[in-house]
């Protein structure tokens, strides 16, 4: 699992080393692991490194140290390195280092700015070190000037090198993942000690690029993240496996309650969905000509009538494709969620729940619901505001509600009431398509029908009782974007269809497995002998 932490909890671990006179042992091995990335990242494009042009763009203080560091050890490998100061001055030890490694050092001013554009739009890789961690507000001045000259001439000329950021991009908040531009987008992020939570939510995470974290020693004074993300490895041991003498009912039952006359389809991709992600049965309750497209879309299903109490479920699902004027599905929506059992609510339904819920309740809003969903409780944010601070906007509909607050996007956060997030970037841009959320509440209802009271696989992780809510919402998103993944990556990487996700979830699911049950075969190879 990647574990995220904000600056200053970066900062809060680094202070007893830097009191034993370590700031100088930090920094090299800061500069060390930047540097080595940036070899790594030459030789996976194909590239030589001997020869190659690097221009860092320095800043006066410890990241432009870390940059020029690195830059020295890259001319020691017979790079043609130069700096760029941005501010007049730099660290004063590591610009000699970098000065006695060869490194040529050019100076901002207007009368040379085009020369320095020029410099940094020939090089093969430009090292982004002007602010770090503690920097708020952003690039200012003539260093914002020429920043915003880079980063247009880079694209008017379709420069072929690649933005390396030294930390994190300059101008992203390392805690909030707000961006104050200009900010130079990178291709890999090199963070040191620890990921910083505004590399992994937007709109952050557009200008980080990949995201390598290098060890520098600080790793064991740090607290406890306030954002995690869940890696293949972690998917592989939340999924649910039935038992060897299980039954539809012992793998869990969920309830659906979507689909309308204006949008039946919707009903009938959350129950593919939910089909596909492992539940033992799925039991639809809804208008009869919406029962019945499902019943032939998907003969599986279970058609019921009646009111939510009158059925016996494990979770429900709630709202896809329903509207305001479909009063009976939005009663059995409210049923729901008052029920006391796990649901999972999307689209339509978010309107008409009520202000505070249970943490086993999962919204699954977009921006602009969520924007919604905020005013309605007495917030000003509208759709602009909520995708400039998705992190900010996510944990205060979670604390308001009281709910598990899932935003969906490119990187999809799910918010804990008490302010644990999980942030998942899965997918591809090819799951932006209409249906694909139906099919997200359906994976995740199934999750939440199959989710027992063993809480143990979670304390296992880190993961409190309390919070679990929040891992399996976002066990549902890694599911739903590696199955998008699977199905455009099937197509030649083309686009695709909703179906199409719900289709790829039985052997997304399978592969993802297959590393829980290879540790389990191995764990037990002396008790199997192969035949």
Partial sequence: MISAYTGKQV????????????????????AHG????????????GLRTYGAGVAVLTGKGNNGGDGLYAAAFLAARGMRTTAILTAGSAHPQALAAFEQAGGRVLYLSDAASGALVSEAVRADVVIDAVLGTGAKGGLRGSAADLVTAIAD???QARAEGFVVACDLPSGVDADTGAVSTPALAADLTVTFGAAKTGLLVDPGADY???????????????????LRRLEDADVARLLPHP????????????????????????????????????????RYLGPPEVADLVRRSCPEMVCSTGAVADNRVQAWLVGSGMGPDDHDQLQRARDAVTSGLPVVADAGALPALPDVMAPNVVLTPHAGELAALLKRLGGEEDRAAVEAGTLAAVRRAAALTGATVLLKGATTLVAAPAGDVFSQ??????????????????????????????????REMGVEPEQRWAAVAALGAALHGKAGRAASDACSGGPIAAGGIADAIPETWGKVSMLSNAGVRKRNSHTLPLR
Avoid at 13 to 20: C, I, K, T, V, Y
Avoid at 256 to 279: E, N, Q
């Fill in 11 to 30: 900062r809060q671990a680094e202070e007893p080393l830097l009191a034993a006179g370590l700031g100088d042992v930090l920094m090299q091995r800061a």
């Fill in 34 to 45: 930047l540097a080595n990335a940036v070899v790594r990242e030459f030789k996976s494009r």
């Fill in 153 to 155: 001439a880079r694209a």
């Fill in 208 to 226: 980080a690029g990949r995201v390598d974290v290098v060890p520098i020693g600080i790793e064991e004074h740090l607290d406890q993240p306030g």
């Fill in 243 to 282: 038992a060897r003498r299980a039954h539809k009912y012992s793998r869990g039952v969920l309830g659906v309650v979507a689909g309308s006359a204006d949008y039946p389809g919707a009903a009938v991709l959350a129950c593919r969905g939910a089909l596909a992600a492992g539940v033992g049965m799925v």
């Fill in 425 to 458: 970037a899965d997918g591809t841009p090819w799951l932006a398509t209409a249906g694909s959320g139906d099919v997200l509440a359906g994976i995740i209802g199934a999750l939440l029908a199959q989710e027992d009271s063993d809480v143990g696989r979670f």
